[in-house]
């Protein structure tokens, strides 16, 4: 069974860091692409970063220059790394597989989240 597991979140202030993990499981791990999302209280889910098989990787704009996703394939799992927080980036954070590779939804397959919350 595809399974991915989120952990890293917490309490953090503005301008400070933290590096969130994706623990994925269940599926061979260099054909997928991986996601993360972020739902922010009464709104819709953001897709703000995704890495596919080759290593490509892209980000929304509300992100760059800040969140750095990367990979560890011998240990199938993915970062997030987030550095510079603002209180706007608050949300329940999810990690989400492609099986397609295409870094688009819908994805076929998510975790059930990591909160994190940016203090001013």
């Known amino acids: 069974e595809v399974q991915l597991v989120e952990s890293g979140g917490g309490l953090v202030q503005a301008g400070g860091s933290l590096r969130l993990t994706c623990a994925v499981s269940g599926f061979t791990f260099d054909d997928y692409s991986i996601g993360w999302f972020r739902q922010a209280p009464g709104e819709e889910r953001e897709g703000i970063s995704c890495i596919q098989s080759d290593g490509s990787f892209h980000y929304a704009d509300s992100v760059k220059g800040r969140f750095t996703i990367s990979s560890d394939n011998a240990k199938n799992t993915v970062y997030l790394q987030m550095n510079s927080l603002k209180p706007e980036d608050t949300a329940v954070y999810y990690c989400?597989?492609?099986?397609?590779?295409?870094?688009?939804?819908?994805?076929?397959?998510w975790g059930k989240g990591t909160l994190v919350t940016v203090s001013s």
């Open positions: 989400a597989a492609d099986e397609y590779n295409s870094c688009s939804e819908p994805m076929d397959y």
